[in-house]
């Protein structure tokens, strides 16, 4: 089974689009994505890799399992 590992915000906003994700879209604090009724918040730009506890958290609010996270 594949490891996940950190990855920099501009990589997880690609494969939240190949996931059928839209946006970023501008909120009040942090900008988000949407997939139908699905509303995940995303870490706003920084000069470090989003961490892995951070990227199990987003999966798990996107309801993206491994597989389909590392086949994106």
Known sequence: MSKIVPISRRRLVGKMRDLGFDGP???????????????????NPHREDI???LI?????????????????
């Not at 879209?25 to 870490?43: A, L, N, R, T």
């Not at 996107?62 to 597989?67: C, G, K, L, T, V």
């Open 56 to 72: 199990r958290k987003i999966l798990k609010r996107a309801e993206i399992d491994r597989d389909d996270w590392f086949s994106a």
């Open 51 to 53: 961490g892995i506890d």
């Open 25 to 43: 879209y501008p909120g009040s604090d942090h900008e988000y994505m949407v997939k139908g009724d699905i509303f995940v918040i995303i870490p």
